[in-house]
């Protein structure tokens, strides 16, 4: 297709097509002669993708070039390079490592992975940024004095498992390694407000339910 | 106890306390003397709670303020007290009513309400801001041409109900009704990130365990 069939389909105006094609956001287009070139449906895949990340991850344009390099690096694995776009994501708070509640959160923490039977920072280093938000996030609670027993984390991380396997189920649905990868950058962005809602419409329905109206 | 003392155990300076209590986000300690005051467990958690509110949740002084005046409204029954305290709240995305996408989203929204057996919003209306995120964050995927399928969707909101089951089991633990609301609003503002870095270790785990390393 045309650049203006690919606008038209899209939705996004011609200009913008441009945009993100000078900034490498956008692969070019086949070249059919000196000032046309042929689009097909991985641009129009890929210009979804794209504004997901500008428009609702509110992505700077460096950040989302980098995403997509390792969403495009078929030389990967498909776990490092799931891994890799994902980690290329802004993601949760960084442990300070300065303060006494980190390093109680990291045992906290590598006793609950050692309860789940996932792996464990032991096994392969705490590399992992979110391994790093997960600990950021309970030496706040701790710090702050709210308590997190080991059993609710447990309950709790099992069933973020079962949300997991089901975005995986989903994932595995799509035809090619490069529409799952995509797909699941995607759902790392945009369905994560999805989810906080419906957590949160969850906690309204349970609480009606257990105190009335 | 004196403000010293209050400062001591919390953490919190004296210049910050006396400023919360300037702000009124720190009720006023029983008058002793025309110069000194007297602090309780309650002043403990109440700045407990305006840290997480101010420094994890980022809410400016006076939203916090607002929350805080749901949290100690005993006159509402308990449902709308720790709605009211969670409505105050920064919540999700609006829904942009001038988009095609918000009507079709909110139907799916209640046929999605109506498969799971939660309330509708044809029978209370839909007040709720956080009914209206959920409807947002579904138009968004509508237009950038993600789908969400019903079956999906009604699997994950009843994971994330068996989430909030957990949550309010907790919260029941506390003894008052006070603590109650204090423990859910807190709850909202602290536990978010950290089961969203939960979900993120999760889908790595299930990853490398469906693709290898």
Redesign the interface.
């Known amino acids: 297709m045309r650049l203006s069939e690919l606008s038209e389909l899209s939705g996004v105006t011609t200009a913008t097509i441009k945009y993100y094609l000078r900034e490498g956001l956008l692969p070019p287009g086949q070249r059919v002669s000196a000032t046309q070139a042929e689009y097909d449906e991985s641009h129009l895949r890929r210009l ?1 993708l794209v ?2 990340l500008l428009q ?1 991850g509110r992505l700077p344009v460096a950040t989302t070039r980098e995403v997509l390099k390792y969403v495009d690096d078929e030389s990967l ?4 390079r ?2 890799a776009a ?1 980690w290329a994501l802004p ?3 960084e442990p300070d490592e300065e303060a006494p509640e980190t390093a109680l959160a990291r045992d906290e923490v590598e006793r609950l992975l050692g309860r789940l039977g ?2 464990t920072a032991q096994e392969i280093g705490s590399l ?1 940024p ?2 790093r ?2 600990v950021a ?2 030496a ?2 701790i710090r ?3 308590p ?1 027993e080991g059993d ?2 447990v ?3 099992q ?10 189920d ?1 994932m ?1 649905t799509y035809p090619s390694e490069a529409e799952q990868v995509e797909k ?1 950058v ?1 759902s ?1 962005v ?19 339910r ?4």
């Open positions: 979804r504004r997901a609702v694995g498909r776990t490092i799931l891994g994902l993601h949760g708070p996932w792996t992992s979110v391994h938000s997960v996030s309970l706040t609670l702050l004095g709210y997190c609710y984390l309950e709790q991380a069933l973020m498992h079962q949300v997991a396997v089901r975005d995986l989903m595995e699941a995607a790392a945009l369905y994560e407000p999805l989810l906080a809602s419906l957590r949160r419409l969850a906690q309204e329905e349970e609480t009606a257990r105190f009335g109206l």
